[in-house]
């Protein structure tokens, strides 16, 4: 439970990528490749300043690696990953499904997904939050609090994507006039408000959801509903896109964090696999 530790690294990390950008992009003329290599190194910035912290408190490198902690770990780690190559599967192929639209419609999908991507992820300080609480709780046995935490996360969730989307909706021209004047491509760009904003609290619960998974060790889950919805929204994407253009593109994303959150209220619903000791409403009449 200790954010303060990557709040700073990431604030470092981010102020060198902001300066080597500035620096790569355009007086030493290397572009996009000056914004990657910046980008890059910021990423070793920010691990590096995690690891010698994280060295001051825990034995990073042992010699007894092998062992049961260690396979669980490989197992859990496993899946996370396979969850993660679902998601950027997803993510490219719209990307790319955008780009064959042309330049200027590339240019404007880029500019709402980067908004939208960023806006959405202020709602993963929930999940991490929610994440961390639940832990704690759920490995104490402590399952009324544990149920406490997950009710307030997913309500402040669902409050805050709802903010978000309003917020979005009447302030999207500004924001998008941070990334370029363009006018096609703020056309473009303006054209998918309401992919943004309409799509925000469906955001929110599912990047809470995604905390709550993994505060309770539910990984297998996690994966095997992202690997459906990765499959679902990608037949879709390819689909509507190429007769829709953006708006299919758009739609498949939006039918992608759909599927995410109907995934995880239905995992809830059910109380299946670690969520039955936590909802159970035996355990909920003891309680009382």
Not at 49 to 68: D, E, H, P, R, T
Not at 172 to 198: M, N, R
Not at 215 to 234: H, L, N, P, R
Request: aromatic content about 12%.
């Amino acid at each position: 439970m200790d954010t303060k530790t990557p709040l700073y690294a990431i604030g470092v990390g981010n102020l060198v990528n902001a300066i080597l950008d500035a620096i790569f992009v355009f007086p030493l003329g290397l572009g996009v490749r000056g914004a990657a290599l910046a980008t890059v190194t910021s990423e070793y910035v920010i691990a590096c300043i995690l690891l010698w912290k994280l060295n001051s408190k825990v034995v990073i490198f042992s010699g007894k690696i092998i062992g049961g902690g260690m396979i669980r770990y490989l197992k859990s780690g496993g899946l996370l990953i396979g969850r993660t190559i679902a998601v950027l599967l997803t993510m490219t192929l719209s990307t790319s499904l955008a780009a064959r639209e042309g330049p200027v419609p590339m240019a404007g999908h880029q500019l709402c997904l980067q908004v939208w991507l960023t806006i959405s992820l202020l709602n993963d300080a929930l999940a991490l939050a929610g994440q961390a609480l639940l832990a704690t709780e759920y490995t104490k046995r402590n399952y009324k609090q544990a149920r406490m935490v997950l009710y307030r996360v997913l309500q402040i969730g669902g409050v805050t994507g709802t903010a978000l989307a309003i917020i979005l909706f009447f302030g999207f021209g500004s924001f998008s006039s941070l990334f370029t004047d363009d006018p096609a491509v703020l056309g473009i760009a303006k054209s998918g408000v309401w992919f943004v904003a309409i799509s925000q609290p469906i955001n929110a619960v599912a990047f809470v959801v995604d905390g709550l998974y993994y505060g309770v060790s539910d990984f297998a889950y996690a994966a095997y509903s992202m690997f459906f919805a990765g499959a679902i929204s990608s037949a879709f994407l390819l689909v509507a896109a190429p007769e829709f253009g953006l708006g299919g593109v758009w739609a498949g994303l939006i039918l992608f964090m759909s599927l995410r959150a109907v995934a995880g209220l239905w995992r809830l619903g059910s109380k299946g696999g670690p969520w039955n000791s936590i909802l159970s409403e035996t355990d909920l009449r003891d309680k009382m």
